[in-house]
């Protein structure tokens, strides 16, 4: 098991009697990808923003590298790049040029550093494009050169995919897996994005109305997702009856009145139809299935899933 490297202890944001964020318990593995998973309003950005110190937590703690935020955030953040909000770059400035900018404003030493981080995002050194002809995969790896630009351990991205096409996600997700896979960065990153999360995320947590719901590996939420055989038929209850008497199984969910799912899916499904057919049950489908990470998150947040 890998050491955590960012904890929170009952974090919580009350804005009046609105709680954005309720005594979130999260942990986050060094050199893993942990993706926040939750609707838009579910308190993301709200909980990243605490993480980073830009907003105050109503009670609860924050604690990276074994030391809390609260009073050693001077020795914590420059070991952290972000990107939470877009970066005020000056449109009429290059990539290399607004990166110097930042440069000089936080008192860097390395000039080199700017070259590394564009070389990094894959990004030209020097180029000549101004940061409006940009386009917004590209705008958007400017960001994360500037979050990289210091070298730092932790990287907290909020929703870096947000307004990409099907291209430059994927460029995206490459490059933030790389970056953890090839340079040893632990990466908190945001998303309401389901597929995009199972692709990219080694650990999960499911937010919804500022509580943490569900916190897990992938491989452990693949277990979870059940295999099962959905049957489609005339008479469900003559199913069930079926399947219990002659098959010795009660592993199955009714639906209503025509859908099952079996989840015992060593049976034989060919027996079961022959038997179903012979005891004068109409079969109008039959569908090996798994649940999806949409399916997890309607299952787990009780309600409709998300893009």
Same mark, same amino acid.
């Given at each position: 098991? *890998? ?13 009046? !009697? ?5 005594? $979130? %318990?999260?942990?986050?593995? #060094?050199?893993? =990808?942990?993706?926040? $998973? ?10 990243? *923003? ?23 955030? %001077?020795?914590? $953040?420059?070991? =952290? ?15 290399? &040029?607004?990166? #110097?900018?930042?440069?000089? /404003? ?14 990094? @995002? ?5 180029? *000549? ?23 730092? *351990? ?6 870096? =995919? ?22 040893? !960065? ?37 277990? !979870?997702?059940? #295999? ?14 079926? /399947? ?5 199984? !009660?592993?199955?969910? @009714? $639906?209503?009145?025509? #859908? ?16 179903? =057919? &012979? ?29």
């Amino acid at each position: 098991m *890998k050491e955590m490297i960012i904890q929170t202890h009952n974090l919580t944001k009350q804005y009046g !009697k609105q709680k954005s964020v309720s005594s $979130l %318990n999260m942990n986050v593995r #060094r050199g893993r =990808i942990y993706g926040l $998973l939750g609707r838009n309003g579910a308190g993301k950005s709200t909980a990243m *923003k605490m993480l980073l110190g830009l907003t105050t937590p109503t009670s609860g703690d924050v604690t990276i590298f074994g030391q809390s935020m609260r009073t050693n955030s %001077n020795e914590i $953040l420059p070991h =952290i790049g972000s990107l939470i909000e877009a970066p005020g770059f000056y449109p009429n400035l290059t990539g290399t &040029e607004n990166l #110097r900018i930042f440069f000089q /404003l936080r008192n860097m030493k390395r000039t080199e550093n700017i070259r590394i981080a564009l070389e990094l @995002v894959g990004l030209p050194y020097r180029d *000549k494009n101004l940061f409006s002809q940009y386009s917004l995969g590209m705008k958007q790896r400017l960001a994360i050169a500037l979050a990289v630009m210091h070298n730092p *351990k932790i990287l907290i991205l909020d929703e870096p =995919i947000n307004g990409l096409d099907p291209i430059g996600i994927a460029e995206m997700r490459s490059f933030i897996r790389s970056l953890c896979d090839n340079y040893g !960065k632990t990466i908190l990153i945001s998303s309401h994005i389901l597929s995009e999360i199972a692709m990219l995320a080694d650990d999960i947590g499911i937010i919804d109305k500022g509580v943490l719901l569900e916190e897990e590996s992938m491989v452990e939420l693949e277990k !979870k997702n059940r #295999r099962y055989v959905s049957f489609k038929v005339s008479n469900t209850r003559q199913a069930s009856d079926l /399947l219990e008497t002659e098959f010795n199984t !009660k592993n199955f969910k @009714v $639906l209503d009145h025509h #859908r099952l799912q079996l989840f015992d899916t060593d049976l034989s499904i060919p027996q079961i139809n022959r038997k179903l =057919i &012979e005891s004068g049950v109409d079969i109008a489908e039959v569908q090996q299935r798994e649940d999806t990470l949409e399916d997890y998150f309607k299952k787990v947040t009780g309600g409709d899933g998300i893009a």
